[in-house]
């Protein structure tokens, strides 16, 4: 998790003034108390309101590096970067992918969903698929070079947005800071490769 919060903060200092205002607008509107923290609970609204249900409600105490039982900015901020990149769970142990994962590459080459696995349930073979070659991630990327120089395409590396299905108590505030952030964030993508 130290690399997601690491790169997350990367993002943060090299982007644009207007993404990073953007950022802080967000983080205070999640914060539905005005406690300049993150609850549990306000971590949970946030999921259910903006479609992340996928997200275990575990992975708050992932977040939570100084153990306060609160996210803060850099918290949210790496939360926000995970949504937006990862969405990568283990489909053995449903674990979030962190560093080193496996994917099946028989489904990256297809295009439609991967099929990924923590190094744990690869290695105890405790998954069951159809295909049976896979690579971890730092291997696959390297062995699909040979794209035309400088063609990037970071939508495709970016984790599918989810269909917002709101819940009937919505925090307006919230979903148009949060889809605020969104619209700069891809705005900033033409000119830049930035994830934030």
């Given at each position: 998790?130290?690399?997601?919060?690491?790169?997350?903060?990367?993002?943060?200092?090299?982007?644009?003034?207007n993404l990073q205002r953007l950022a802080w607008s967000f983080f205070l509107a999640l914060d539905s108390d005005g406690d300049g923290q993150i609850s549990?609970?306000?971590?949970?609204?946030?999921?259910?309101?903006?479609?992340?249900?996928?997200?275990?409600?575990?992975?708050?105490?992932?977040?939570?590096?100084?153990?306060?039982?609160?996210?803060?900015?850099?918290?949210?901020?790496?939360?926000?970067?995970?949504?937006?990149?990862?969405?990568?769970?283990?489909?053995?142990?449903?674990?979030?992918?962190?560093?080193?994962?496996?994917?099946?590459?028989?489904?990256?080459?297809?295009?439609?969903?991967?099929?990924?696995?923590?190094?744990?349930?690869?290695?105890?073979?405790?998954?069951?698929?159809?295909?049976?070659?896979f690579m971890d991630n730092h291997l696959l990327l390297r062995s699909k070079r040979g794209l035309s120089a400088g063609t990037v395409n970071v939508n495709?590396?970016?984790?599918?947005?989810?269909?917002?299905?709101?819940?009937?108590?919505?925090?307006?505030?919230?979903?148009?800071?949060?889809?605020?952030?969104?619209?700069?964030?891809?705005?900033?993508?033409?000119?830049?490769?930035?994830?934030?």
């Amino acid at each position: 998790m130290e690399e997601f919060h690491e790169v997350a903060i990367a993002y943060y200092n090299n982007a644009p003034r207007n993404l990073q205002r953007l950022a802080w607008s967000f983080f205070l509107a999640l914060d539905s108390d005005g406690d300049g923290q993150i609850s549990y609970m306000e971590y949970i609204n946030f999921l259910r309101q903006c479609g992340y249900g996928w997200i275990s409600s575990n992975f708050f105490k992932d977040l939570d590096r100084n153990r306060d039982g609160c996210l803060g900015f850099w918290e949210v901020l790496t939360l926000y970067y995970v949504i937006k990149t990862r969405g990568l769970w283990c489909q053995g142990c449903q674990t979030c992918l962190v560093g080193l994962y496996f994917t099946c590459v028989s489904c990256f080459d297809s295009g439609s969903r991967t099929y990924d696995l923590c190094p744990s349930c690869y290695k105890q073979k405790k998954f069951s698929h159809n295909h049976t070659n896979f690579m971890d991630n730092h291997l696959l990327l390297r062995s699909k070079r040979g794209l035309s120089a400088g063609t990037v395409n970071v939508n495709l590396a970016l984790a599918p947005r989810p269909a917002i299905n709101p819940p009937a108590a919505v925090d307006d505030d919230l979903l148009q800071s949060f889809q605020a952030l969104e619209t700069g964030v891809a705005a900033g993508k033409a000119n830049t490769c930035i994830v934030m």
